[in-house]
């Protein structure tokens, strides 16, 4: 074989190399699909363990009803939701909501996002995911995306099932509020569901804020749990009230003002506060998971 031949021979096996360095056919934008990210969260014990959770804490609200549970109401400086939970199953659904607004959202949200990316760290293919190769902010965005469906899919069918099965133990009737406000079912839903966006948007900042501790520990119990005590500790300093204004600058304040929804007619005052305020957390928190991911060291 001539020299001619052998440089012939290796330009066909050799892989063409683009200008920029990177193989033909490499594009950026087709790796690590939403679609696959999500396929693979969704198919996870931990995922699958938030959403039987979510099906099975209204059966049991029922249950503990049904069975008689304290008549005490519970104290809230808005709306009192305990007195007419058994009112219907939109009823139900309110009360539902407002159980689970301090604590098992929190949790829920900063388990999804926190867990992202120190659990890929921790089982040591995150490396690997980036050595694809799968751009940094790529990959931060689709985590972060995926996250977010989680959550909100937790958020929704905990609702749908509150709303399915109160209706089936208390019936499909009318809104009946505390104070006496009587909301028809069609208005009921469409306020149902201003509460539900309220609540996907404002717990972005446990998720968000979970999210970059995930950027910084290779121990998803870390950030996890890092974010869920932050919140916890906000939520104590908010009952003293010598802090004045100030509480209402914390990451907790309207956490509730999705109620205001009840009131006839609607003051969303306090509501559009809460969500301008959660965005900026949000946003801040979100700038910050990218710009330490962008900067870390990646050896797990």
């Given amino acids: 074989m001539t020299t001619t031949d052998e440089g012939a021979d290796m330009a066909i096996s050799a892989p063409h190399v683009q200008p ?11 790796t690590l699909r939403l679609s696959v990210e999500l396929r693979r969260q969704f198919k996870r014990r931990r995922t699958i363990g938030v959403f039987a959770l979510m099906v099975a804490l209204p059966l049991i609200l029922i249950a503990a009803l049904k069975l008689g549970a304290s008549e005490e109401a519970a104290e809230n ?3 009192n ?26 949790v829920v949200y900063a388990l999804c996002f926190g867990d992202s990316v120190a659990s890929e760290a921790q089982w040591g293919s995150l490396r690997y995911t980036l050595a694809t190769p799968v ?36 019936g499909f009737g009318d809104i009946q509020t505390p ?3 009587t ?9 149902l569901a201003g509460m539900l966006g309220y609540l996907a948007v404002h717990l972005l900042v446990v998720g968000t804020l979970a999210f970059w501790f995930s950027t910084i520990t290779d121990a998803p119990l870390a950030a996890v749990g890092g974010a869920v005590f932050t919140m916890f500790v906000f939520a104590i300093l ?38 301008i305020q959660s965005l900026v957390y949000a946003s801040i928190f979100t700038a910050l998971a990218f710009r330490h991911f962008a900067r870390r060291d990646v050896t797990s």
């Avoid at 920029?20 to 087709?30: K, L, M, N, Q, S």
């Avoid at 028809?184 to 469409?190: I, R, V």
């Avoid at 929804?261 to 559009?272: G, I, W």
Wanted: no cysteine; net charge neutral; charged share 15%.
């Fill in 81 to 106: 939701l305990v007195d007419v939970a058994t009112s219907s199953g939109l009823n139900f659904t309110l009360f539902v909501l407002f159980a689970t607004t301090g604590f098992f959202l929190v």
């Fill in 20 to 30: 920029t360095g990177a193989v033909a056919g490499y594009r950026p934008e087709r």
């Fill in 179 to 181: 104070v006496g406000v």
């Fill in 238 to 275: 908010d009952q003293v009230e010598q802090l004045g204004a100030i509480r209402d600058w914390f990451p907790t304040a309207e956490e509730f003002a999705w109620t205001d929804l009840l009131q006839t007619p609607v003051d969303s005052a306090d509501m559009f506060r809460g969500v």
């Fill in 135 to 170: 751009p940094r902010m790529r990959l931060l965005r689709q985590k972060w995306l995926a996250a977010f469906v989680q959550s909100v899919g937790a958020l929704l069918v905990l609702a749908a099932v509150a709303v399915v099965a109160g209706g089936i133990a208390f």
């Fill in 183 to 191: 909301l028809g079912q069609g208005e009921g839903m469409l306020r």
């Fill in 77 to 79: 400086s808005r709306i």
